[in-house]
């Protein structure tokens, strides 16, 4: 498919993300009303882990594609929980149910993981080396014809680093900073594997403004985009490549 379909905001965004850069993606009024720092994981530094923690201040996490997750076997946190609901009391009374997310149908979290390479898995350098390695894999696991990549000889769990599982595709089932995020990575033709860290406001610890939150991006020279922008664009993009 050809880039000059994209309008100028996203293709300057989606060069952003194939060089490897910081975006910033804001999901929607209606939803979390969140705005995210967002970098490809292969690209990942010890410097960006320090940027997101000091300036994001929410989660680090690492999205991943749906399909990614099926060859490497990692499943939806909340499946694990209501699979062994049965044994554990306490994990049937807290695992996630309909209803439960005030803004969406399900969380997107699955496994918490640290390199094997990694001591405790918390410092910037050792969080930036499980993300490379987790980008690394992901790579294996989509362009490999065999079912399963072994994830274990490389990882363990539990850890310092949140996997988010993609739903099968933006806007089937979820339209959240997981699926913004890898369909920036899809569009972009880079391995789907996407770092996201919340925006807070450290005067009232909720979400940071949209409006603050795109300041901080044009302070910063990045590209802020909303998640409708996304969702227009990779609407575009599914047709074009049919």
Not at 181 to 192: N, Q, R, V
Request: aromatic share 8%; charged share 30%; with cysteine.
């Amino acid at each position: 498919m050809k880039d000059s379909v994209f309008n100028s905001r996203i293709q300057k965004a989606i060069e952003a993300i194939r060089e490897g850069k910081m975006i910033f993606i804001f999901d929607s009024d209606g939803r979390e009303g969140e705005t995210d720092f967002t970098i490809p994981a292969f690209a990942v530094t010890p410097d960006d882990i320090r940027w997101m923690r000091v300036d994001g201040g929410g989660l680090i996490c690492v999205a991943l594609a749906d399909d990614v997750c099926e060859k490497l076997g990692l499943p939806f946190m909340a499946d694990i929980l209501h699979d062994v609901e049965s044994d554990w009391p306490a994990i049937k009374s807290i695992a996630e149910r309909d209803g439960d997310l005030k803004y969406d149908n399900r969380s997107s979290f699955s496994l918490w993981v640290n390199h094997r390479e990694t001591r405790t898995g918390i410092p910037d350098q050792e969080r930036a080396l499980t993300i490379n390695r987790l980008a690394k894999i992901s790579e294996i696991a989509r362009n490999s014809d065999v079912a399963a990549v072994d994830f274990g000889a490389e990882f363990r769990a539990p850890g310092h680093v949140a996997l988010l599982r993609a739903a099968r595709g933006l806007m089937e089932n979820r339209s959240g900073q997981t699926e913004l995020s890898i369909a920036m990575a899809e569009m972009a033709g880079i391995t789907p594997a996407m770092v996201v860290c919340e925006m807070l406001d450290d005067r009232t610890g909720k979400a940071l403004a949209k409006a603050d939150a795109k300041a901080y991006a044009e302070r910063h020279d990045c590209v802020f985009l909303s998640g409708a922008e996304i969702t227009e664009a990779y609407e575009l993009w599914k047709l074009s490549s049919v």
